[in-house]
């Protein structure tokens, strides 16, 4: 009898209930009982032509039918082992990467993308399936045998250790080379680290994640900053190779009033309490403080995640965002689960300036309406102002969550840049500097934890090549 | 893990570290480093004093829960998780001419590493040193190795009573003005010796003090505007062209978390009260 097409009947991952949410920093989403994964696994049709729909769609192209079949099959080291051919970090990217954009967004019960229309259902729960394995294999102890190869005497230095250094290093040692990582911060795993809030990402898994590396005999530099501690120069000649990953994660301001106490990059305030714990001080040394209102004025994956933290800082929470919610690049699921959670969205409102007292203390943001216009370049409508739609938003504090900018120290005056100032390469990941490789946001500006790690994983393949062969290409200009 | 190699008391309220730390010993005048007592600590930039063989050598004064904790556990463990460094950009170092230096508290230990690279380039240095009281004044000697003059003084009165403004009009009274000033420690005194430096039109380079997080340039905490543009302190800095930097922007972002400080120090008190308890039980 041939399989009846399950359309509709997505399995929804278990979430903790808004008021529990808000009490703590603990992960909300508490993933697939091996009940709900072996039924949303069976909803999968593996198809023939997956390479065209889910598999194009991912990033990183993991063979999404092959291990979805090995869970059904219930060979969750199959699934695992399937995994990480490709990704690494199944329990990272299962919980932060923005399916809905990607491989759930390319799954054929709910987008054809070979006929480029859309179908009736809703689609495989890819990212819950994902997560699940690799909290599978975490949880139960099963140690999988990461083997690297002997020895090629070889040496790479990775600058960062964001996903994208992760994940070169982890290639490159499994290709027998010796590899150190020189991280600036005091724990590894970048963005993840400090900015993505533990209630979406716990940190246990990059920890576990840090450790395979270390199994692999990856070591890590911890304290040194690259173009301050180390010049990229001195690291060129100590080792064969080097990859720059330090992404892109300097805060951006920019709006009248922005020199006042309470106003703060999102990436302050992130690194304050996800890296810092600031939401145990004063049993933590690090203080946070933004009074009893918090206004935050962005509407990305960043935006979000300063709101996920600031209510569960029990804080009246308004979000400002001069486009609309379909525009946003977060995902869309979390922004209803803000919503539940109590934050106040403010769609389509451009903040205009930061106002405060004499003594620097913020007072509120003044704002402006706007409504849907003519199409830009991009062709998306233009949010134009509505004359005479100024108000208030009364705050204590601001938090600028409108996207990052290169930090270039570490290659500063050394690589050629873009105009952003990130890292200018060619296909090849090669800089203008012959044995230095780049990748990661350090290149694109801001994308994903995906995009990065699939950077790193691609570099390292050129790095072992031009290890082999000293084969240079870069010739600049474009 | 860091070894402490060395722990020396100045007065009740300084002490003196040397942490073996191999990538600090090639530090450049005026930089500074970062330092966890344990993963879980506050974040501490430290001017480097002077560098070692093995490392580098600094000067703590006892301001918080921070400097109180890592005096109070480095004599029971002399270990430190995490040390980055050296961070900043160097003191530039070249033949000014005459240079006097102006510290106040803690700021003689920057001033130190910047006024002996100085002098070994040529310069004739002068040194004006001010604590709040008495248990601010210390490394007078270390100062003298190296300068010409040196006066100390104190706002308390309790060593000659002076203030780092009065001073450094009296030094120009008496002595003729310097080719340049450098001054560090405090952003209050540091702006009304650039004042000054404004009227007489002496050169002056100021160390600033801003909180700092990452220190490697992400979450802007250490903003300030020199010359109307943006810099950070942490990977611009912490030097720069006094007469350039807005002092007012710098003032008015200080003592941010001055409230929780208070509450973390009187929390650590209470701890250390209870452990002293638990001692003698
Ligand atoms: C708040 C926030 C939330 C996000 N949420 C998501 C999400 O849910 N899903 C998603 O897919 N993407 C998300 N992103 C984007 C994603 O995090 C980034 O695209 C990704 O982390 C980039 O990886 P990377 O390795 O290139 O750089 P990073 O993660 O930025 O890592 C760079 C590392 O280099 C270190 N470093 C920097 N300079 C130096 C130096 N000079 N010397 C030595 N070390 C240095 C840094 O300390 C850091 O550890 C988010 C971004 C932010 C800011
Ligand atoms: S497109 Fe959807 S149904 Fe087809 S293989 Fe991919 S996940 Fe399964
Ligand atoms: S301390 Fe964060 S940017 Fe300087």
Known sequence: MAKKIRYLDRNKEPMLEPSERVKGFREYALGFSV?????????????????????????????????????????????????????????????VCPQERQCEGSCILYYDTVRERKAKGLPVSIGALEKFVGDFIRVSGIEIEEEASPPTGKKVAVIGAG???????????????????????????????????????????????????????????YGYVVGRTISLEELREKYDAVYISVGAGRGKLGLKGDHLKGVFSAIEVLTRVNLMEAYRFPEA??????????????????AVDCAITSLRLGLETHVVYRRTRETSSARQEEWDHLMEEGAQIHWLTQPVEVLGNEKGEVLGLKCIKMELGEPDESGRPRPVPVPGSEHVIECDSVIFAIGQQANPIAYQGLLEI?????????????????????????????????????HGREAAKFIDEYLKTKKWSFTGGS | MYKVLEKKSLTPKAFIIEIEAPHLTKAGPGQFAVIQRTLESERIPLSILETTDKGAKFLVEVRGRSTLELEVRLNESREIAYVEGPAGV??????????????????????INVGRALSECGNKISAIHVGDTSENV????????????????????????????????????????PDLVVCAG?????????????????????????????????????????NDEQKLACVDGPWFNGLEVNWDYLLARENLYEDEEKQALEKFLKQLEREKLRSRR
């Not at chain 2, 510290?103 to 003689?108: C, L, V, Y």
């Open chain 1, 35 to 95: 009940g709900l994964a072996l039924d949303e696994a069976n909803r999968c049709l593996f198809c023939k032509d997956a390479d065209q729909r889910c598999i194009k769609g991912c990033p990183i192209n993991v063979d999404i039918p092959g291990f979805i079949k090995k869970i059904t099959e219930g060979d969750l080291v199959g699934a695992y082992k399937k995994l990480i051919e490709t990704d690494i970090f199944p329990s990272i990217c299962g919980r």
């Open chain 1, 163 to 221: 996903p994208s250094g992760l994940g070169c290093a982890y290639d490159l040692a499994k290709k027998g080379h010796e590899v150190h990582v020189y991280e600036a911060l005091h724990k590894a795993g970048g963005v993840m680290r400090y900015g993505i809030p533990p209630a979406r990402l716990d940190r246990e898994i990059i920890d576990y994640e840090i450790n395979r590396l270390e199994r692999l005999g990856v070591k890590f530099f």
């Open chain 1, 285 to 302: 040394p690090t203080p946070v403080d933004l009074g009893n209102k918090v206004a935050i004025i962005g509407g990305g994956f960043t």
């Open chain 1, 418 to 454: 873009t105009k952003w100032g990130t890292v200018k390469v060619n296909d090849r990941y090669e800089t203008s500097m012959e044995g230095v490789f780049a990748g990661g946001d350090a290149i694109n500006g801001g994308d994903t934890v995906v995009r990065s790690l699939a």
């Open chain 2, 90 to 111: 160097p003191f530039e170092v070249k033949n000014y001419g005459r240079v006097l230096l102006l510290s106040k508290n803690w700021g003689i230990a920057p001033i």
């Open chain 2, 138 to 177: 210390y490394l007078i000697n270390e100062l003298e190795s190296f300068s010409g003059s040196v006066r100390v003084f104190t706002e308390d009165g309790s060593v000659e009573e002076g203030n780092v403004q009065l001073a450094f009009r009296d030094y120009i009274d008496c002595a003729g003005k």
């Open chain 2, 186 to 226: 405090n952003n209050l005194d540091s702006s009304l010796v650039v004042d000054v430096c404004r009227e007489e039109g002496i050169s002056v380079v100021s160390m600033v003090n801003t909180y700092m997080l990452d220190t490697i340039g992400l979450c802007l905490v250490c903003r300030l505007l020199v």
